[in-house]
């Protein structure tokens, strides 16, 4: 089968188009892989953020079918043939190797889904409704669970908050109709013009770049109450910080700083920056399975929307070398040569 690998001292993923398919063990299913979401944590890695001696199959957002199952297996929990996305942390997943959860996961230090077939636990498995794409149905699997995840159990959901989200994003672009199908005020910030007219389609308030940010937040013109960043740099977390702190004499009733994107720079504050303003710092990682189930509800019903592009599977290497240089808007997910 085809397959793409992470191999220390690579760059780009090592392609092979003979790999053998993987035999399902006690308790795992064999699944046909339909469509894998291309992340930005895949990019990290081959990049050397995480120094990484492993070699395994990337792709940790993904959906598929059963067609094989190992000993033990319920088979009304794992039809053949039916779609299901695949949730890859769980309470059963534990890290090793000094590496935390998310690096011991399918795709992520244990082969995943750039490939043909990908062999999963059974309790990895959530239906996937049918009115909803194979597309939908990857991005679920971790962009949809973590921006839920942030949006609703993290920051929580309020009918007249104001929200500020950083980055539009395969991410920040389903925080951000989250926030709105939950009755917030949503702001957008960007460095694209691209996901700024995106951000407004999906129904922003206003979508700003970031000078254009600095200057609202210095004339005192923008106070939230919860901002959400899915890009976390230095300098968004101090706009965040800024955002929530109105003009020194009206505060935010419940100032929230989400954290969800992953990068290597410091967030510095001081302590009267979060007493004084009653803000609370808080870091987001993936969800639960029923934040994947209230995703693919809400997809199914239509109202949220994905927002992607497709690509073949073995183009895999080109996606990456794009998502470098942050020329893609939404997400791209890939499809295998075998669900053509």
Known sequence: MFSASYEEGHTALVIDKAHPVPTPKKGEVLIKVSASGVCHTDVAVLSGAVLDTRT??????????????GEGVDPTKAKFGKLYTITTITPC?????????PLNI?????????ADYVVV???????????VSIEEAAMASDAGTTAYHAVHDVAGEGTNFKVLIFGIGGLGHL????????????????IKPEA???ALELGAEAAYDLATLNQLLSANKLTVDITIDFVSTSQTFGFALSAMQGNGI????????VIVGISEESMNFSSPQIIDSGISVLGSLYGPRSSTEAVLDLFDKGAVRGVFNTESLEKVNEVIDRMRSYEITGRTVLIPKHHK
């Not at 636990?121 to 009115?131: A, C, F, I, R, T």
């Open 93 to 101: 997943v534990h890290g090793t190797m000094g590496l935390p959860v």
């Open 106 to 114: 399918e795709g992520l230090g244990h082969d995943g889904a750039y």
């Open 250 to 257: 009206n505060f935010p009733s419940q100032g929230k700083a």
């Open 121 to 131: 636990p059974q309790d990895q498995l959530v239906p996937v409704p049918e009115g």
């Open 175 to 190: 925080g951000l109709q989250y926030a709105k199908h939950y009755g917030a005020t949503v702001y957008a910030v960007d």
């Open 56 to 69: 395994y199959i990337m792709g940790h957002e993904f959906c598929g079918v059963p067609v094989a199952h």
């Open 196 to 198: 700024r007219k995106l």
